[in-house]
Structures are given as structure tokens and as C-alpha cells.
């Protein structure tokens, strides 16, 4: 149990230290400031990963929805019937599938 607790210690004060050793790196190498729009995208629309401590790697094309994805697609399914696409019947009709 001693060893869980020192690594508990180390992660804390690593993420304590974050916010300076943030500020070193850029003053060191500021042409990664450019970057700055797409930390914020990944704030805004993949927040999910930092809130819960992942990371995401996958070098074989699989894509992770976005928050704007998921608002959208909640959005059509609150205003929709999806009936079966292969059915012929009025919710299939009215319903915007997707090409």
C-alpha cells in the first residue's frame, strides 16, 4: 500500500507543477503556442479525456465523436420517428437519414 501512495504523491505534485512546467516548455519552444486552437477543441468538444484521465491513440482510422456530434445526433432523434429505412411507411419518410 506504501508504494500506491507514493505514486499518489508523485501524481499530484505532477499535476500541481503542470501549469509551470506548461509555461517552461512554451518560453522554451513558443512556436508549439500556434497550436492554441486546437487545445481549445479539444477542450470544448473532447473535454471527456482530460475530465477522466485518458488518452486516445488509434493509428487504424477509428474516429471519437465529438460533444457537437453527440448534441446533434440527440437533437434529431428528440425531433424524429426513425422508423425502419426499409420500410415504406410515413416515419421512414419524414425522417432525414443520412446519406
Known amino acids: 500500500m506504501a508504494h500506491a501512495s507514493r505514486v499518489a504523491d508523485t501524481a499530484l505534485r505532477m499535476n500541481s507543477d503542470l501549469p509551470a512546467a506548461e509555461a517552461a516548455f512554451l518560453s522554451d519552444h513558443p512556436a508549439y503556442a500556434a497550436t492554441g486552437h486546437i487545445d481549445a ?44 429505412p426499409r420500410s415504406d411507411n410515413l416515419s421512414t419518410s419524414q425522417f432525414e437519414w443520412a446519406g
Open 41 to 84: 477543441l479539444r477542450r470544448s468538444e473532447y473535454g471527456r479525456f482530460d475530465s477522466q484521465g485518458h488518452t486516445y491513440l488509434d493509428y487504424t482510422g477509428a474516429g471519437v465523436y465529438s460533444e457537437s456530434q453527440v448534441r446533434m445526433h440527440l437533437d434529431l432523434l428528440a425531433r424524429s420517428i426513425a422508423g425502419n
